[in-house]
């Protein structure tokens, strides 16, 4: 069954230093997303990317925040200067259309110290 | 705000009961998902509901959207210990946009 690969499955990282979690979506699928879910919280909305420009983003998601589709396969969510806030599991997920369900990946859980 | 509310957020139960999770908003949404979600795992897509009023079953779990599109439930008959999990249901809020309940944590005891 297709799947959506995230890398790193775990980073740790100093505050205000720069990271880049990376996806690899479902190559036929054609909107691609990343929520967060601090420990213990729910699953929160960041970010909803279709035809290479994003689409929608939550009030999360600032001025650190950036994502990218460099090539036809990979989808990369980049926090600028982390905050011990942003410790979190980062899911990316993609979907065939706009109505459809989502897959997501098994997550990126990231530590902020 | 568009906001979903789960209920039970806990339920303990033993093998063969039944049950049924609700999930709740004041709001309309176009369509309404089931997540199940494992420790340390991504959710996984159990179903979508799209038209009010409308049932799915997947086996022995039932899933109905509301008639005016706000609510839905999960009902599961016969629960089994492999059923134990955290579910989530998830509206369509926006163009693009998921917005997700708190969950429910169900246990089935052998």
């Known amino acids: 069954e297709p799947e959506v690969t995230q890398t790193p499955s775990h980073q740790v990282t100093q505050m205000g230093q720069e990271v880049i979690l990376r996806c690899v979506p479902i190559?036929?699928?054609?909107?691609f997303y990343w929520y967060r879910q601090i420990l213990g919280q729910k699953v929160e909305f960041l970010v909803s990317?279709?035809?290479?420009?994003?689409?929608?983003k939550s009030e999360i998601f600032d001025d650190q925040f950036s994502v990218e589709r460099p090539d036809g396969s990979n989808f990369t969510l980049k926090i600028r200067s982390t905050k011990l806030e942003d410790s979190a599991m980062y899911f990316c997920?993609?979907?065939?259309?706009?109505?459809?369900?989502?897959?997501f990946g098994s997550g990126t859980r990231l530590t902020v110290v | 705000t568009q906001l979903l509310e789960q209920s039970p957020q806990f339920l303990s139960i033993q093998e063969g009961e039944n049950l049924t999770v609700y999930c709740n908003s004041s709001?309309?949404?176009?369509?309404l998902q089931w997540y199940r979600q494992e420790p340390g795992e991504g959710p996984v897509l159990l179903v979508t509901?799209?038209?009010?009023?409308e049932v799915k079953k997947l086996k022995r779990l039932t899933f109905q959207f509301g008639d005016a599109r706000k609510d839905s439930s999960l009902h599961i008959t016969a629960a089994q210990p492999g059923d134990t999990g955290l579910y989530l249901c998830?509206?369509?809020?926006?163009?693009?946009?998921?917005?997700f309940g708190q969950g429910t944590r169900l246990t089935i005891n052998p």
């Open positions: 990317f279709y035809n290479n420009e994003i689409s929608e």
């Open positions: 509901v799209v038209t009010g009023g």
């Open positions: 997920a993609s979907s065939e259309a706009r109505s459809y369900g989502y897959t």
């Open positions: 998830a509206g369509a809020a926006g163009a693009q946009k998921l917005v």
């Open positions: 190559s036929n699928h054609l909107y």
């Open positions: 709001s309309v949404f176009s369509s």
